[in-house]
T-cell receptor, first 110, second 111 residues
Framework: NAGVTQTPKFQVLKTGQSMTLQCAQDMNHEYMSWYRQDPGMGLRLIHY???????DQGEVPNGYNVSRSTTEDFPLRLLSAAPSQTSVYFCASSSRGEQYFGPGTRLTVT | SQQGEEDPQALSIQEGENATMNCSYK?????LQWYRQNSGRGLVHLILIRSNEREKHSGRLRVTLDTSKKSSSLLITASRAADTASYFC???????????FGSGTKLNVKP
């Protein structure tokens, strides 16, 4: 099993550009989440999903969209990148409470 | 929003000593979890304790939960240099696997 995979690992965007961060899991977990982690901080929940076709907002959803068309994939879209979105983004999946995290995407918006 | 807060923010100890870090949260929870994050890496799940449990052990880890005080503690016994990392607590209040993380305790174990 690959677990939770994220692409890309690094990305630099200009203000106003859009992009999609990819996340996939092969553990057949129903729950998936996106977090951002700013320097020296804990993780903040952006969006989460309790199953295919079902998504909901977390603590900091503004500027981000998600969709969950399959159990395996949970992409995060930045609609119009802003410098405040410079962060490390983590995707996680879970089944019975224990979360498995991907390696993260380090995003810089200039 | 529900959020755990860890204390202390930073802890420096010698190898072989015990390390204790605490987590406080605001509202009722279904479970509380502890995670470890090595520098620049993703988080690794350490232990989950449910709201009806008071103590749990896993190897050198011991977690306690006091729901009346809305607090939890993580004890790492006989610490090793490899335990150097940041440790986070995360709470799940409604059992929808929607987690809120604290800002973490940065543990440095000196060889």
């Amino acid at each position: 099993n690959a677990g939770v995979t994220q692409t890309p690992k690094f990305q630099v965007l200009k203000t106003g550009q859009s992009m999609t961060l990819q996340c996939a899991q092969d553990m057949n977990h129903e729950y998936m989440s996106w977090y951002r982690q700013d320097p020296g901080m804990g993780l903040r929940l952006i969006h989460y999903s309790v199953g295919a076709g079902i998504t909901d907002q977390g603590e900091v959803p503004n500027g981000y969209n998600v969709s969950r068309s399959t159990t395996e994939d949970f992409p995060l879209r930045l609609l119009s990148a802003a410098p405040s979105q410079t962060s490390v983004y983590f995707c996680a999946s879970s089944s019975r409470g224990e979360q498995y995290f991907g390696p993260g995407t380090r995003l810089t918006v200039t | 929003s529900q959020q755990g807060e860890e204390d202390p923010q930073a802890l420096s100890i010698q190898e072989g000593e015990n390390a204790t870090m605490n987590c406080s949260y605001k509202t009722s929870i279904n479970n509380l979890q502890w995670y470890r994050q090595n520098s620049g890496r993703g988080l690794v799940h350490l232990i989950l304790i449910r709201s009806n449990e008071r103590e749990k052990h896993s190897g050198r880890l011991r977690v306690t939960l006091d729901t009346s005080k809305k607090s939890s503690s993580l004890l790492i016994t006989a610490s090793r240099a490899a335990d150097t990392a940041s440790y986070f607590c995360a709470t799940d209040e409604d059992n929808f696997n929607k987690f809120y993380f604290g800002s973490g305790t940065k543990l440095n174990v000196k060889p």
